[in-house]
Nanobody
Framework: QVQLVESGGGLVQAGGSLRLSCAAS????????MGWFRQAPGKEREFVSA????????LYADSVKGRFTISRDNAKNTVYLQMDSLKLEDTAVYYC?????????????????WGQGTQVTVSS
């Protein structure tokens, strides 16, 4: 079992920045690829970004490419999502997830463990 706890969400004005963190505990962190997903009110959960266990390969949704940066610190069992130039449409609950695989990381079904989510609200 892997437990995931997100933090860092909050209220920010459009154009601002936030950094989300996801701390993992339980089984060893390193073999897992990590992903971030989000769910806006009334919408389905969608892929945001993912990083393979080595940290050398990252993936982003087109909607956040160039604005968000995913990273991980395996020594701290933590993955981060730096969110810059935030837009109103980035408002959502953000979830981190862990996957044993390294392919198709944009697919929810690839993930074995999920956090409870952290709210990000972008205001005008």
């Amino acid at each position: 079992q892997v437990q995931l706890v997100e933090s860092g969400g909050g209220l920010v004005q459009a154009g601002g920045s936030l950094r989300l963190s996801c701390a993992a505990s339980g089984r060893t962190f390193m073999p897992y690829s990590m992903g971030w997903f989000r769910q806006a009110p009334g919408k389905e959960r969608e892929f945001v970004s993912a990083i393979r266990w080595s940290g050398g390969s990252t993936l982003y949704a087109d909607s956040v490419k160039g604005r968000f940066t995913i990273s991980r610190d395996n020594a701290k069992n933590t993955v981060y999502l730096q969110m810059d130039s935030l837009k109103l449409e980035d408002t959502a609950v953000y979830y981190c997830a862990a996957a044993l695989g390294v392919v198709r990381l944009a697919a929810e079904s690839r993930y074995d463990y999920w956090g409870q989510g952290t709210q990000v609200t972008v205001s005008s």
